[in-house]
């Protein structure tokens, strides 16, 4: 039967949360949630004709029923039946989803992203303004062909081939083709893994050709030679990369992802011949003058390009800069000097390092230097030298003790490392009270003294993380300013290979390249009106009929990107839309400070509170702790809970994961109370007070944690999408780091908005089945449901008129999974919910994980003083998607170096947005974010269930740290957290 249309009177117009009429049934409800919901249906509207109105705007393939999918969608006018069964019919067989690692469900892959980007889709609204991107035009040469090779590479080691062979095998396939020019043609372009092209076929008889070559296993050293052989066969032949690429472009095909590939191999031989090649990313010898700098302990940051074919509205070359954390290659026991050294403190002390090589080694201290050294080396390579000079390299394991004393089983009797050298090489030892360290397998027992090792000049493995004085320095070094960077960009094609121009590669396969970056004109979109409560007009006003503060907008001032709350329209004294005051509070002082100084800190955190209406009381007790005893930490906080506090400070002299993950634990998790850590360097002290700059920043953050709201958009210009009872959805997951992947989980994380003006925000968590590194949410189903009852329940019994979905963390490669699984989940969530209940849904993916940057053409067009791009740039043409809807947004203002916008796609809408509604409302949405005055880089939703999901990594590892991770606790970490805005 027909909907009723919703009342006028219902309209969200107070910015505030509907009173919750069901808050009695919420744990009943949310018990049952695999129970059928028996509520009377909210059907759609309907237009005049009497039928379901409908938007053509989603993407399905033409081949699928319209009837699997219970959505708003349709051709015309038909109705579209919504039923449960209907709706499960999509199910039709049993698919493993490509690149998941979830149980097999069934799925049919027959959604598909809308079409709809290309030519005369973008947006119109904002200031137009020139800018550079970093992609070059590229040419293919219509009508050339070529043919794809697979390649066996056969090695005398029993192991499988690893990336790590990579250029050894591109040495040998040189050395290969050159030795078999009869077969081979003088160009020819190799992956060093399994793949080359040629754009002649090769001349050879019969289905494979195999030969051999033999080479120096390390480049320039020939104590140690490699067999190798190379078997090799046809793949593919006559491939029209020009065809492909333009089918793709004009929408023909879905994809031409194989001759993308080609065209990166072709494109970066020059590169990989005369780099290091890591990934796509490319390091001159670092030698050369300025391509790589040094830091503390022994490390450096090497300086290279970024280079990948990208197809956007035409064929691009997208080169950026690339900076990559390194060890510095030297003798092993000037590596561990640096290392061990200890920190300077400007010109006048510099670091102090040890000398290990005096008195036979003694200055090494196991008790102080050991953990140390083996955390810093452990998974390096390490190059051993042999008295006889032979070398071999091999990954650090442990460090173990020095050679006199270390024994191991040589023929039946226990020798010492340092006896064995003795005998076996007639080598003694220079420095035998230095330590061994084991290199190689863990079940062998290659332990070597460090005398004989070198340091391999090498890239930081992926595994291993910097420190953070060394990752402090390498941000402030490599932040270089859109110009210098631009610079550095067109430096390095010229330096390569003069922009392609004098590549042989290039010009075998018909490619060529501009030489300079696209100019394309963008837009700049004004920054929206924020809403504050302005106290000076609830002074003026007279209370009548109970009447609430006055809400005012308040003008962002130009360019955007940040505003000052104190600095409102003349005579007002602002305030945050919802105050909860600081007043029933405790202070944990973990930094033993004085008395003084924390007095000195709470007066200034008064006087800052004043300063826009905040009331800060006096704390109610204060409890000094151990910060090294975590047994004293857990007791003192334990005995402040007792009192049943609204909020913690927790007083730090600096980071430390295992109290600030045991004490987030304790607060989050078990009693249920907030914290708010402060490290000693910014609470200053009697003498020295506080910033009040980082006092308004902790203010924000208590009054979010506290349930309030600081700001949010005004209504004179807030989305008209958001003008309707809708949720705002956001989601991500956090993997753990490689070395845990088969004992920490992935950690999914979703947010959903709750009141009209989208500014609170209830979280659901979920662990991901542990050893898997899953990055589509499994439980999707089950967490959107709670989340849609929780907004009805906080609003009258209203269900969300539509869902606006963002993602983050979501490769291209997995588009099509996340729209054939968690996008039917949601659907399916809707449908239990009420069968009738099919709200439209916008499906938006974020990404930060590329390399695409911006330049102003005119300097004047420039923000700041790096002169990046203003905050509200958007680039939805040219260097976009060809034919879906996708745009680079710069939404906030670049601090340091260039600004980095984020690129987003969508997936799905069938709420059949306009591009410019998207755009605004994901910008506006970027200005929401409660944890500080500026515009974030992407949407507060999608940042709130960024820091949820890591704070949910942070609960797992105090679990971890107490061997306490059993499958309650973990069951635990998943149930509602009745805490507010905890993860802010």
Not at 314 to 323: E, G, L, R, T
Not at 889 to 895: D, F, K, V
């Given at each position: 039967m027909p909907r009723k249309k919703v009342s006028e009177s219902n309209r969200f117009e107070d910015g505030k949360p509907l009173c919750d009429i069901y808050e009695d049934d919420v744990a009943n409800e949310l018990a049952s949630l695999s129970l059928p919901f028996e509520i009377p249906a909210f059907e759609a509207e309907t237009d005049s004709s009497g039928t379901k109105s409908t938007s053509p705007s989603s993407g399905i393939s033409d081949n699928s029923s319209v009837a699997t999918l219970p959505s708003r969608r349709s051709s015309g006018n038909s109705d579209v039946s919504n039923s449960d069964s209907e709706y499960r019919s999509i199910y039709t067989r049993q698919v493993p989803m490509l690149g998941s690692t979830l149980t097999p469900c069934f799925y049919n892959y027959q959604l598909t992203v809308p079409k709809r980007?290309?030519?005369?889709?973008?947006?119109?609204?904002?200031?137009?303004?020139?800018?550079?991107?970093?992609?070059?035009?590229?040419?293919?040469?219509?009508?050339?062909?070529?043919?794809?090779?697979?390649?066996?590479?056969?090695?005398?080691?029993?192991?499988?081939?690893?990336?790590?062979?990579?250029?050894?095998?591109?040495?040998?396939?040189?050395?290969?083709?050159?030795?078999?020019?009869?077969?081979?043609?003088?160009?020819?372009?190799?992956?060093?893994?399994?793949?080359?092209?040629?754009?002649?076929?090769?001349?050879?008889?019969?289905?494979?050709?195999?030969?051999?070559?033999?080479?120096?296993?390390?480049?320039?050293?020939?104590?140690?030679?490699?067999?190798?052989?190379?078997?090799?066969?046809?793949?593919?032949?006559?491939?029209?990369?020009?065809?492909a690429v333009n089918a793709f472009i004009d929408g023909t095909t879905v994809d031409a992802n194989a001759e993308t590939q080609i065209l990166n191999i072709v494109l970066s031989q020059l590169a990989r011949e005369k780099c290091v090649s890591i990934g796509r990313n490319y390091f001159p010898e670092t030698s050369q003058h300025g391509r790589s700098i040094d830091l503390p302990g022994g490390k450096s940051v090497w300086?290279?390009?970024?280079?990948?074919?990208?197809?956007?509205?035409?064929?691009?070359?997208?080169?950026?800069?690339?900076?990559?954390?390194?060890?510095?290659?030297?003798?092993?026991?000037?590596?561990?000097?640096?290392?061990?050294?200890?920190?300077?403190?400007?010109?006048?002390?510099?670091?102090?390092?040890?000398?290990?090589?005096i008195n036979e080694g003694r200055n090494w201290k196991p008790e102080l230097h050991k953990y140390k050294l083996e955390r810093d080396i452990k998974g390096l390579k390490i190059r051993y030298i042999r008295p006889d000079e032979q070398k071999r390299e091999w990954r650090c394991n442990r460090v173990l003790e020095s050679p006199r004393n270390l024994c191991f089983e040589h023929e039946g009797e226990a020798m010492s490392v340092e006896d064995y050298f003795l005998h076996a090489y007639k080598y003694k030892l220079k420095y035998p009270f230095l330590p061994c360290i084991h290199l190689g397998s863990v079940q062998k027992t290659f332990y070597i003294p460090v005398e004989l090792c070198q340091m391999k000049a090498q890239a930081f493995p992926h595994s291993k993380k910097v420190g953070e004085d060394e990752t402090a320095q390498m941000i402030r070094k490599t932040a270089v300013t859109p110009k210098e960077r631009k610079e550095r960009i067109e430096n390095s094609l010229r330096n390569i290979s003069n922009t392609f121009k004098n590549d042989e590669y290039a010009k075998e396969f018909g490619l060529s390249v501009e030489g300079v970056m696209s100019q394309i004109q963008a837009r700049v979109y004004d920054p929206p009106h924020l809403a504050y409560k302005d106290l000076a007009r609830m002074e003026n006003l007279p209370n009548v009929l109970g009447l609430t503060p006055a809400i005012i907008p308040f003008k962002i001032p130009h360019p955007g990107g940040k505003w000052d709350m104190t600095k409102g329209p003349k005579g007002s004294k602002l305030s945050f839309i919802d105050n909860r005051h600081l007043k029933n509070w405790a202070i944990l002082d973990l930094a033993n400070l004085s008395?003084?100084?924390?007095?000195?800190?709470?007066?200034?955190?008064?006087?800052?509170?004043?300063?826009?209406?905040?009331?800060?009381?006096?704390?109610?007790?204060?409890?000094?702790?151990?910060?090294?005893?975590?047994?004293?930490?857990?007791?003192?906080?334990?005995k402040l809970?007792?009192?049943?506090?609204?909020?913690?400070?927790?007083?730090?002299?600096?980071?430390n994961a295992t109290v600030y993950n045991g004490l987030k634990y304790e607060g989050d998790i078990v009693q249920k109370i907030s914290t708010q850590f402060v490290q000693q360097k910014n609470i200053g002290s009697k003498k020295f007070s506080a910033k009040p700059a980082t006092l308004h920043n902790i203010l924000l953050k208590i009054n979010s944690k506290l349930g309030g709201t600081n700001q949010m958009l005004h209504t004179s210009n807030t989305p008209s999408i958001l003008q309707r009872p809708v949720i705002i959805m956001g989601a991500d997951v956090t993997h753990p780091a490689s070395d845990f992947k088969n004992t920490k989980p992935s950690i999914a994380a979703i947010v959903g908005s709750m009141d009209a003006k989208a500014s609170q925000y209830l979280c659901e968590i979920r662990l991901q089945n542990t050893g898997q590194v899953e990055e589509m949410i499994s439980s999707m189903e089950e967490v959107t449901k709670k989340l849609l009852i929780q907004f009805r329940n906080k609003n009258l019994g209203r269900k969300p008129e539509k869902i606006i979905f963002y993602r983050d963390g979501v490769s291209e490669g997995q588009f099509l999974i996340v729209l054939n699984q968690e996008l039917a989940a949601i659907r399916r969530a809707c449908v239990s919910l009420e069968e009738d209940y099919n709200p439209p849904i916008t499906y938006i993916v974020a990404q930060k994980r590329h390399k695409t940057r911006l330049f102003p053409v005119n300097p004047k067009d420039g923000v700041g003083k790096n002169l990046n791009v203003p905050p509200g740039t958007v680039v939805d043409h040219t260097i976009t998607h060809p034919t879906e809807f996708s745009f680079f947004?710069?939404?906030?203002?670049?601090?340091q170096g260039t600004t980095k916008p984020t690129s987003y796609h969508l997936l799905w809408d069938d709420a059949d947005m306009k591009p410019d509604d998207i755009i605004k409302m994901t910008y506006y949405m970027c200005h929401t974010y409660a944890r500080c005055e500026r515009s974030v880089s992407y949407p507060a939703p999608t940042y709130y269930a960024h820091l949820a999901a890591f704070r949910a990594r942070v609960h797992h590892d105090a679990l971890v740290d107490t061997n306490r991770d059993t499958r309650d606790n973990r069951a635990r970490l998943e149930e509602e957290i009745s805490l507010a805005n905890y993860f802010m």
């Open positions: 980007g290309g030519p005369g889709t973008q947006g119109r609204i904002g200031k137009a303004v020139l800018i550079f991107a970093n992609h070059f035009p590229l040419k293919i040469r219509a009508g050339s062909s070529v043919n794809h090779y697979d390649v066996d590479v056969k090695t005398p080691w029993k192991r499988e081939n690893r990336k790590s062979d990579e250029p050894m095998f591109r040495r040998a396939f040189r050395k290969l083709c050159l030795e078999n020019s009869d077969v081979f043609p003088k160009i020819c372009a190799y992956d060093g893994a399994k793949n080359f092209y040629t754009t002649r076929r090769l001349g050879y008889n019969g289905k494979k050709w195999t030969g051999r070559v033999s080479i120096p296993e390390f480049d320039g050293d020939n104590t140690s030679i490699v067999d190798l052989t190379f078997e090799i066969q046809l793949a593919r032949s006559n491939i029209d990369i020009a065809g300086f290279g390009f970024f280079q990948s074919v990208s197809l956007g509205w035409k064929p691009m070359v997208n080169v950026d800069v690339a900076n990559k954390p390194a060890v510095k290659g030297c003798d092993f026991i000037s590596y561990m000097e640096e290392v061990l050294s200890i920190p300077g403190r400007g010109r006048d002390y510099p670091p102090q390092k040890p000398n290990f090589r008395k003084e100084d924390i007095n000195a800190f709470v007066d200034a955190l008064y006087a800052e509170g004043d300063k826009i209406g905040y009331q800060v009381e006096y704390q109610s007790e204060v409890v000094k702790a151990n910060m090294n005893s975590m047994n004293h930490v857990y007791q003192a906080f334990q809970c007792s009192k049943r506090p609204d909020m913690i400070l927790v007083f730090t002299r600096g980071k947004l710069a939404s906030h203002e670049g601090i």
